[in-house]
């Protein structure tokens, strides 16, 4: 059963990548060149490869690879090698090569049972309810047709070519984590972790992973503090087992306090070595710096956090946000047969719970700290190196031009930085910029620069000097013309290149839906339309609101 489930995923895989060959990504190719330059690798294309794994995969049987792994695996110590990576600290005793090999030796020795493969063999959902109605149906933006269902969920439809193998979902509402109180904040930020452990109707994340095995679907939650998401992909003969996805993740998750408290102590694990990883004391000193320490929503796990996580109450969080199906918006974009998914969005979305409780987004106040904030602290490395993160804010209104001009802000300035302190200078081997226009707890937007580089000790102070000359240069001249036209060249060219993706339509469609903001039409005018002088407007806007944190990690002589 092990053996039909990992052949049938496989078989699966190729027959997507068939079904897709007429609009394969370039990069793909590329890929595959190049392990044939390097790795001799065969190259004769997707034709060939569904054919000749779709007439071999059937005639392998298990008894192959089961012959195959007793000629991989070492019965002697004359063809063996072994690596032993471990910690280097006080108290802690090295493995003697010795130890090894009784350890292997022991192991050999073991009388193990054969695994027993349990699955579960019976339908996704055992009952289906009476399918609901598609109320209204009236055409939308961007060639969309929005559906009102009879328990008043919206669907958002666009039908494309772009992928003859791929539909996408995304689902939204509002209400999000801010709605609960700090006290909740390490179980929500434990929230996906165990969210992903457990289970969906009545199957076990184990369970269902087996039970999906060959079926190209996934359907994932996600919660920010504003909404609540669910992602989704399918290939089109599986876009009802997506839809079945859908609606379990609208009931109950199926507890498993076995994988939960695996999750968990997983965790432990992981922020128990994480305690001497310099990079974790300065992520953490940018947590404490741009949130303030004092801040009740702040996060800094710690494994004896870990103890204050409670399943129930994430299993509770979960419920509640997934509740009430009417102020969610489901959107679909794809390959996909009209007729069918009307019927599976009656079936299957329809028929979801409501509860028409008007949820709404709840200001948290857990944002970027206004003023001036700089954090400057020591850690012992191996290899000596100073990091170091600016960032600047300012309120600004969220439309496309502010998000164009944003966007070539930040990425001129990354050019002119990437000149001067790694090139001239030689003060970093990279060094980044960005600027863009994000939402903050309370609806508002605020317009953010951020800087980020590793650089050489010495040369710390000087980096930051010229860093902020470099913006200033742009507040008194705006943007030279030749990081301007590169600028704008690229994005034309990215707009172009994404108008035939599915994931930048759920993209365009999810912005002018929700924030009313239509990414795509005048897209083309607006970047061609940003001069200089936008440059430093914006520029001079952001500095002169005095809103400037740095934190700077340096070596410990």
């Known amino acids: 059963s092990e053996y039909d489930r990992v052949r049938s995923e496989f078989l699966s895989q190729i027959e997507a990548a068939y079904n897709n060959r007429e609009t394969t990504h370039t990069g793909n190719y590329i890929h595959e060149c190049v392990r044939n330059f390097l790795d001799n690798e065969a190259m004769p294309g997707i034709e060939f490869e569904n054919m000749l794994y779709g007439a071999m995969a059937p005639q392998m049987p298990v008894e192959m690879t089961n012959e195959m792994i007793k000629n991989l695996v070492s019965v002697s110590d004359t063809n063996l090698v072994v690596l032993s990576v471990n910690p280097e600290k006080e108290g802690y005793q090295q493995p003697t090569e010795e130890q090894l090999l009784q350890a292997i030796h022991a192991a050999q020795q073991m009388n193990l049972p054969a695994y027993v493969d349990n699955v579960k063999n019976e339908p996704l959902i055992a009952k289906l ?23 008043g969920a919206r669907v958002i439809l666009k039908q494309t070519d772009y992928q003859d193998n791929e539909v996408l979902m995304k689902a939204y509402s509002d209400g999000g984590t801010g709605r609960y109180s700090a006290e909740d904040k390490y179980n929500l930020n434990m929230a996906s972790t165990l969210i992903s452990a457990s289970g969906l109707g009545n199957f076990t994340d184990t369970e269902l992973d087996k039970a999906l095995a060959g ?7 996600t919660l920010t503090a504003r909404s609540e998401f669910l992602s989704g992909n399918a290939v089109p003969k599986d876009l009802r087992t997506m839809f079945e996805l859908i609606y379990l993740h609208f009931g109950e998750l ?23 990883n310099p990079m974790k004391a300065f992520s953490d000193s940018i947590q404490t710096t741009l949130y303030g320490k004092d801040n009740p929503r702040l996060v800094l796990m710690s494994e ?6 409670s399943y129930d109450r994430v299993l509770e969080i979960y419920k509640d946000r997934f509740a009430d199906a009417s102020d969610f918006t489901f959107m679909f974009v794809g390959n996909y047969d009209n007729d069918s998914i009307r019927t599976y969005i009656e079936q299957y979305i329809a028929t979801l719970p409501v ?6 987004p709840v200001d948290n106040r857990y944002n970027i700290r206004l003023g001036n904030h700089t954090s400057y602290f020591l850690r012992t490395m191996e290899e000596p190196k100073s990091y170091m993160v600016e960032l600047w804010q300012s309120p600004i209104e969220n439309n496309l031009k502010n998000q164009v001009v944003a966007d070539v802000l930040g990425q001129v300035l990354t050019m002119r930085l990437l000149e001067t302190v790694r090139e001239d200078m030689g003060a970093a081997y990279s060094c980044g910029a960005s600027c863009d226009v994000s939402k903050i707890s309370d609806g508002s ?10 650089i050489k000790p010495e040369m710390c102070d000087t980096t930051l000097t010229v860093i902020d000359d470099e913006l200033w240069s742009l507040v008194d001249r705006g943007a030279d013309e030749k990081y301007m036209s590169k600028v704008k060249e690229y994005l034309l060219k990215t707009y172009t290149e994404n108008e035939r993706k599915n994931g930048t339509w759920l993209g365009y469609i ?7 903001i239509d990414g795509y039409t005048d897209y083309q005018k607006v970047v061609q339309s940003v001069t200089g002088d936008d440059i430093s407007a914006l520029a001079k806007q952001i500095l002169t609101s005095r809103n400037h944190i740095t934190v700077i990690m340096l070596p410990q002589e």
């Open 510 to 516: 999810e912005d002018f839906y929700r924030d009313g």
């Open 215 to 221: 079926v190209q679907v996934s359907v994932s939650p």
């Open 304 to 309: 004896k956090d870990v103890d204050k996580v």
């Open 129 to 151: 309810p009476k399918p609901g109605k598609i109320k209204k149906e009236v055409d939308g933006k961007f060639g969309t047709r929005i559906l009102t269902l009879s328990n």
């Open 445 to 454: 937007c605020r317009a953010v620069v951020e800087v980020y580089a590793p």
């Open 254 to 276: 199926k507890r498993d306090d076995k994988a939960a408290a695996s999750a968990l102590n997983q965790m432990r694990e992981v922020l128990r070595n994480q305690a001497a």
């Open 355 to 360: 509860v028409k409780r008007n949820d709404a």
